[in-house]
C-alpha cells in the first residue's frame, strides 16, 4: 500500500510507447480501408451473380486475390484496434480483460488467415 | 452524441461480419457443395437481414470515418458544423444503403 498518489506513481516512468502506434495505426488502415471498401463494394455490384462459378472466378483474377487479401488483412487489423478499444472501455475486471484481448487477438489473427488461405486455394485451383 | 455510439456498434457489428466474409471464402475455397451451403444460409431471411445491416454499418462507419479523419485535422469541429456534418453521414448511409441494394438487385 503506496500514500502516493496514482499520478506520483507514473510520474518519471514514460509513457507506453504505444498510444501513437495505436491511433496513427487507426487511421492508416481506416484510410486504406476507405479505398480497399469502396473497390469492394464496386465489385460486388459488377458481380453478375454470387454463385459458386461467378465467385471462384472473380476471385481468381490475380488483382481481385491481391487485392481482396489487402482487404482482409487491413480490416483484421482495423477491427483488432477498434476491438481493443471497446474491450478497453467496457471490460474492467483485470483477469476478463487481459484474457478478452487475447482471445481477440487469437480470433482477428485467425480469420485474416483464413481468408487468406481462402483466396489462395481458390486463386492456385483456377 | 448519438453518432459516436452508433460508430462504436456499427464497427462491432462488422468485425463479426468479418467472420462471415472469411467463412465466405472459405466455403468457396471447400468447393461447390460448401459454397452452396453458405449461399442458402445468407439467402434465409435473417440471413438478407444482416446483410442489409453490414451494408449500412459499412456506409455508415466510413461516412462518420470520413468525418473523424476530417476532425483530426482540427476542421468541421464547432456545433454547427458537427451537427450538419452528422446529417450528412446519416443522410448519406441511409442513401447508399439504399442505391447499393437498388443496383444489387
Known sequence: MSL???????????????????????????????MLGSWFIYSLLQLESLTYLDVIRFIGVPLNGVLLSLLSITLSYHSYLGVQVVIEDYVHAPGTKVVSLLLSRFAHVFVAIAAVYGILVIGIGS | MVLSILHRMTGVAMSIGLIVLAAWLMQAAAGPEAYLRFTVAMSSLIGKLFLVGWSFA?????????????????????????????WI??????????????AAT
Open chain 2, 89 to 102: 453521414v446519416v443522410g448519406f448511409a441511409a442513401a447508399a444503403t439504399a442505391a447499393f441494394w437498388w
Open chain 2, 58 to 86: 459499412f456506409f455508415f462507419h466510413a461516412a462518420n470515418g470520413v468525418r473523424h479523419l476530417a476532425w483530426d485535422t482540427g476542421r468541421g469541429f464547432d456545433k454547427r458544423q458537427a451537427d450538419r456534418s452528422a
Open chain 1, 4 to 34: 502516493k498518489t496514482p499520478l506520483g506513481r507514473v510520474l518519471g516512468l514514460g509513457s507506453a510507447k504505444e498510444g501513437t502506434d495505436h491511433w496513427w495505426g487507426q487511421r492508416v488502415s481506416a484510410v486504406a480501408m476507405l
